[in-house]
């Protein structure tokens, strides 16, 4: 059986014990020796990092983030892109320096790989740099958020690296500087868009010249082979690319969640879809094992679905290794829906089921309906060998995982797609952020929900009112359960300068601001992220705020703090006096669940 | 730091039997008086202090007499007064469910000679109003859920109108027992003033609690009318200290959270809680100071779904403590051989009779004149000392640490047949708002809470312990990691990467939405 070097080299980027792959230089020297073009990795940064350094008041920059991010592969692009060349960057220097124009640009590719006396007098001379316009140099680096924050921290305590510690603090934290003085900025790679990340890793391995290398394979003219069969799902010539733009919302959901997808992980990630399997060593194929796997007959095993989640993997292993730890988030495989149990249990037999089972299961005998697939089905529903029923449940884990990826658009929303998953409205979510970026208006159940929500949640109350917001306090703590006092209601519909909207964060996710008025007090603003519109979602249609989820409730609240002290402040401003009565308004519930507020009076 | 000598001249036939653990720890900490009304008994006192112009400022050690507010009237409409939803359930016209009111109050109130409530009427349009403000009043109460007496029910300290003293009002009239404001708010306020920063404390108090009348204290205000003071001032607390250490940090806590830009209100659950702890630590330091033992420490566990090492040190860590007072009060006790007056004693005609006047003068027990006959020499004597000191210790005193680490949450026997200190949420939540004054890396944290509070969780603090081979580092590492989850989970901790994370105020942070 031939093999192909390519595919050999790409279980380098697998999630396999040994991880050689971490290092950028280790990877440049295998690709040269075993004669494979680079992979094109996207450097989304790269054009503005390259104008700042031409540009006459050009600012230091450190590049920060986890491992596997792309600092490293970014400076390097810079390098070669201002005119360094790749004899001299690979030439082993920790500290690359590089004349340009009047200035030089001295380059940190890795600050952690700096001992404590390398990386001392470096970081002393930075802050002078910094803080001094008319320096000839400037600095590009390259750090972890620890190291960053220990190196400089242990660099020296006079003021003008204490300075530049603050400002690097300031900048990590809150993203801005505070101090304009010191020209300097920081680039944290953690936060980027991933969902365009991940389509472009995609196309870097799976259209990589490397594949050509199949094409004197037999398995290749047969059509046997399950690593070119997952190939060309991911590819997405046959489905139109659904399969790769669900497993884009799944990223796009966990990112706006705070679950970041560094490129490292994704190209595990897009490995491990193409060469998984659990029969496999270390949980991936190479070409010796695709005629051992076809004759045992467990080649439908590769699903490429059920490798998004690791499930080629040891569960232990799969649970603690990035990114298959944020995907298993999603619950997908293990969280029923009866709709779609239905359809892949009952499916073959039930008339009314047939055509939606035909289209979704029938149609996909390698990985859909398999012979294994079948005869588990038919003992599950004979119902007479239990050890049967165990096998087919564990098999109706990987079709819901596959259905997840290949039910098309038309049946998603009569199938109910997202309730595959834990996070039900994450579909609703995902079409709002896109609807916002785009500028379209958002679906139309959209804020009548994330209100009623945000009502029960800060009163306590099984409340209705979707078209204002219910702003309550308990009068004395702001953490009891039930806020009976009534202070405001604020209208969602733009009125009399009040409004409350979602708005898109120009990262992709998006916002709930609440305007009070048109100036004076500033509207007050929370993130809207995956969890927490999943949370009103629910709250919405019955749930208890603290049964779901209590780091959520507590967002809330505080939001519902700040929200009435905007609103004090508002009260001040128009200048409401103290009147002699106290008046104070409780909360009604009338019979169809709308609140209204009721004064009462007491005279002194 | 000084020893006070106990307050002569003060006769009082209902004061203490023994004077064992007042002599230690003062007059005096009692298990049944909990966190939240360790601080009503106190703003009672500070409350009536300002009013006099002396406002945490001690003129002369431990002379402290104070008159405090009954608010009977307000007291007998909010907690003695079932009828409201029976009247409200017999549809009665507005005039008639008045009269109604009225007639029954003018029967059943408590602790009132004058019991005409008719001045209600006129400042409510309806009897429906009424009922809908003393519901507000009774939802808003401090432990509302308590089964306890009406007279030991307590209104939101919405302000000066709403603080009184507790009290057990019967057909005979009103008394004090001293059964849940047993002086421990007392104690406190003499805590305070002896602290280094009391001005600075006492102006943010006063300032926030008494000068600025909310809403809330006027509708208070107008359901009791003119305030009722007790008949007599309330002398007789006293404490041991002239100062100490922890006096202080509880002030440096108490201005740390009232500095925190939110309301008042919002602060008093924070202040409850940092107060219990302090008070335990005052407790097991002194016992401490006497016994001259190790610093004090509490290992704690952030709890995890598994059994681990931690958990199991952790209740040791509790039980020792726990104990740590009865032994000071035996170690105490016996001190008294080593005076001077005492071999004195012991080598007079009538030992045994001197020997029991020295006793009685230190610790007010025995009575020479009543000597029991199997009291038959000094040893005896004191033996039986020490026996009846530690029962009565651990009637009450002995039950401080652990009754006020339950109800402050930083105990718990969750998963566990043992006590062990096991923080919850809020009094995470309440050490963050103290210690972190913005931003503070979560190492520094846990140094803090060490320094501080002598709070072990990580594994730098517990060095000790990994040393003697009772734990791996790894063990203390995991716990540290649970509490960096936790801190996440509750919005207090900003993690950049695996090894760079911030505990933030989230009173005091940027707001980054």
Request: proline share 5%; aromatic share 8%.
């Amino acid at each position: 059986m031939p093999t192909n070097n390519w595919i050999r080299f790409l279980r380098n980027y697998g999630p396999i014990p040994t991880n050689d792959n971490m290092y950028d230089e280790t990877i440049q020297r295998a690709l040269a020796r075993l004669k494979i073009a680079p992979i094109e990795l996207p450097a989304p940064h790269l054009d503005w990092l390259v104008d700042n350094f031409r540009s006459k008041d050009c600012l230091s920059i450190i590049l920060t983030g986890t491992a596997g991010d792309g600092k490293t592969y970014h400076c390097r692009s810079v390098w070669l892109e201002l005119g360094g060349t790749i004899e001299d960057w690979n030439g082993g220097a920790k500290i690359q320096r590089l004349p340009l124009g009047t200035r030089q640009l001295i380059v940190v590719k890795d600050l952690s790989e700096l001992r404590a006396d390398e990386s001392k007098p470096l970081i002393e001379q930075m802050a002078w740099d910094v803080a001094d316009p008319a320096s000839p140099r400037v600095y590009l680096m390259a750090a972890n958020h620890g190291q960053l924050l220990e190196k400089l921290k242990s660099a020296g305590n006079d003021s003008t690296t204490s300075v530049l510690v603050t400002v690097v603090e300031n900048l990590l934290v809150t993203g801005r500087g505070g101090n304009d003085a010191i020209k300097l900025d920081l680039k944290d790679l953690s936060r980027s868009a991933a969902v365009v990340m991940i389509d472009q890793v995609i196309d870097a391995i799976a259209q990589h010249s490397g594949w050509d290398g199949c094409l004197d394979c037999p398995a290749l003219g047969e059509g046997h082979c399950p690593i070119r069969e997952n190939r060309k799902r991911l590819v997405g010539t046959t489905d139109d690319r659904l399969f790769r733009r669900r497993l884009g919302s799944l990223v796009e959901a966990s990112e706006q969640n705070g679950g970041h997808f560094t490129i490292r992980q994704a190209l595990s990630l897009v490995t491990n879809i193409i060469l998984g399997h659990p029969d496999a060593k270390d949980g991936l194929m190479s070409c010796n094992d695709v005629g051992a796997l076809a004759a045992a007959g467990s080649a439908e095993q590769a699903s490429p679905y059920r490798n998004v989640f690791g499930g080629n993997l040891k569960r232990s292993h799969a649970e603690r290794t990035e990114p298959f730890r944020k995907l298993q988030l999603f619950g997908i495989g293990s969280e029923t829906s009866n709709k779609v149990d239905n359809v892949l249990v009952y499916g073959a037999d039930d008339p009314a089921l047939l055509a939606t089972y035909s289209a979704l299961v029938q149609s996909d005998p390698i990985y859909g309906e398999t012979p294994t697939f079948k005869r588990a089905q038919q003992s599950y529903l004979e119902g007479d060998d239990p050890a049967a029923a165990t096998r087919f449940l564990a098999l109706l884990q990987g079709q819901r995982q596959r259905l997840f990826f290949t039910i098309g658009e038309e049946l998603a929303e009569s199938l109910d797609l997202w309730d595959l998953t834990v996070f039900r409205y994450a579909g609703l979510y995902l079409e709002s952020a896109r609807a916002l970026a785009e500028k379209h208006p958002l679906p139309r159940n959209v804020m009548p929900m994330l209100i009623r929500g945000l009502n029960r949640v800060f009163t306590g109350m099984l409340i209705q009112n979707q078209d204002e917001l219910v702003l309550a306090s308990a009068g004395s703590q702001s953490q009891s359960r039930t806020s009976p006092l009534f202070e405001e209601f604020v209208s969602v519909a733009r009125r009399g300068g009040e409004e409350v909207s979602l708005v898109s964060d120009n990262t992709g996710g998006m916002q709930l601001v609440v305007k009070l008025s048109r100036d004076n007090p500033p509207p007050v603003s929370l993130q809207m992220s995956t969890t927490r519109f999943e949370f009103l979602g629910r709250v919405a249609e019955g749930a208890l705020p603290s049964s779901f989820s209590l780091e959520c409730y507590e967002d809330f609240l505080a939001f519902k703090a700040r929200l009435l002290s905007a609103v004090e402040r508002r009260r001040v401003l128009d200048g409401d006096d103290r009147a002699t009565d106290i008046v104070l308004k409780f909360i009604d519930l009338n019979l169809d669940g709308r609140a209204s507020s009721r004064s009462v009076t007491v005279r002194i | 730091m000084e020893i006070l000598p106990r307050p002569v001249g003060y006769e009082d036939r209902t004061g203490p039997a023994y004077w064992v653990d007042e002599a230690i720890w003062g007059h005096r900490l009692h298990d049944e008086q909990s966190p939240w009304l360790i601080l009503l008994e106190f703003l009672g006192v500070l409350r009536s202090e300002s009013l006099a112009g002396r406002a945490l400022t001690e003129v002369d050690f431990n002379k402290l007499s104070y008159r405090p507010q009954t608010q009977l009237r307000l007291r007998n409409v909010v907690f003695n007064n079932p009828y409201l939803l029976t009247i409200g359930a017999e549809r009665l016209s507005d005039d008639a469910a008045w009269t109604k009111w009225l007639e029954l109050m003018q029967q059943n109130a408590g602790g009132l000679e004058d019991r005409d409530f008719s001045y209600l009427r006129h400042r409510f349009d309806s009897f429906e109003d009424f009922s809908a403000v003393v519901g507000f009043l009774q939802s808003s109460a401090i432990e509302g859920t308590s089964n306890k007496r009406w007279s030991s029910k307590f209104v939101f300290p919405f302000g000066p109108n709403a603080l009184y003293e507790d009290a057990a009002i019967t057909a005979s009239g009103v008394s004090t027992d001293r059964r849940f404001f047993a002086r421990t708010g007392e104690v406190l306020y003499l805590m305070l003033s002896r602290a280094k920063r009391a001005a600075d404390l006492r102006d943010r108090l006063v300032g926030k609690l008494f000068e600025q009348p909310t809403v809330y204290d006027r509708l208070v205000g107008a359901l009791q009318g003119e305030p009722q003071l007790a008949e007599n001032d309330r002398p007789g607390s006293y404490l041991p200290c002239s100062a100490h250490p922890i006096f202080d940090q509880m002030a440096e806590d108490w201005i740390a959270i009232l500095d925190s830009p939110i309301s008042v209100f919002d602060a008093l659950p924070h202040l409850v809680t940092i107060t219990g702890l302090n008070l335990i630590r005052y407790q097991l330091e002194r016992a401490r100071e006497l016994l001259d033992a190790i610093p004090i420490t509490m290992v704690c566990e952030i709890v995890s779904p598994r059994k681990t090492v931690v958990r199991d040190i952790a209740a040791d860590s509790f039980q020792a403590n726990n104990a740590l007072p009865g032994l000071a009060i035996e170690h105490y006790i016996r001190s008294a051989e080593k005076s001077h007056d005492w071999q004195a004693a012991l080598a007079s005609d009538d030992a045994l009779l001197n020997a029991a006047e020295v006793l009685a003068r230190q610790f007010d027990w025995p009575d020479p004149d009543e000597l029991s006959s199997d009291l038959t020499n000094p040893g005896v004597l004191l033996d039986e000392l020490v026996s009846r000191a530690k029962i009565r210790h651990a009637q009450h005193v002995g039950k401080v640490h652990s009754t006020w680490a339950r109800q402050i949450g930083l105990s718990s026997r969750r998963s566990s047949r043992r006590v062990r200190y096991a923080p919850t949420d809020r009094l995470l939540k309440t050490l963050v708002v103290c210690c972190v004054p913005e931003r503070l890396e979560f190492k520094d944290f846990l140094r803090e809470l060490h320094n501080r509070y002598g709070l072990v969780i990580g594994d730098h603090q517990a060095a000790r312990i990994i040393g003697a081979g009772k734990a791996d580092q790894e063990d203390f590492s995991d716990n540290a990691r649970r509490l960096e989850e936790r801190l996440i989970s509750l919005g207090l901790l900003n993690r950049l990467s695996d090894s760079a994370a911030y505990v933030e105020n989230p009173f005091r942070r940027e707001v980054r939405a």
